[in-house]
């Protein structure tokens, strides 16, 4: 999913209803566990995503209060952000 700006609890919830509710659509994965591994941000920890993980027997594990090591894409986006950074100075 391509999200242009940032996300919220709406587009956060909009995403993972229609990640889970595919998985829970393949066949034999009615009752298989899902676990959901998220950092700490508040729209992770919002009433409506925990409702909407129970919802679909889906098990959340917050990692670590501060943990960047825990999620390597942190890396990637540190990286790119300063491409486009460079970029758009460079377009001025």
């Given at each position: 999913?391509?999200?242009?700006?940032?996300?919220?609890?709406?587009?956060?919830?909009?995403?993972?209803h229609q990640t889970?509710?595919?998985?829970?659509?393949?066949?034999?994965?009615?009752?298989?566990?899902?676990?959901?591994?998220?950092?700490?941000?508040?729209?992770?920890?919002?009433?409506?995503?925990?409702?909407?993980?129970?919802?679909?027997?889906?098990?959340?594990?917050?990692?670590?209060?501060?943990?960047?090591?825990?999620?390597?894409?942190?890396?990637?986006?540190?990286?790119?952000?300063?491409q486009l950074q460079?970029?758009?100075?460079?377009?001025?």
């Amino acid at each position: 999913m391509l999200v242009e700006g940032g996300v919220d609890v709406s587009v956060f919830q909009h995403f993972l209803h229609q990640t889970l509710k595919h998985l829970r659509s393949q066949p034999g994965h009615e009752l298989r566990p899902i676990v959901l591994v998220m950092d700490n941000a508040s729209i992770h920890q919002h009433v409506d995503i925990v409702s909407l993980a129970a919802h679909y027997h889906a098990f959340i594990l917050f990692t670590a209060q501060y943990s960047p090591w825990l999620n390597p894409v942190e890396g990637f986006f540190w990286k790119l952000k300063q491409q486009l950074q460079r970029k758009d100075t460079a377009l001025r």
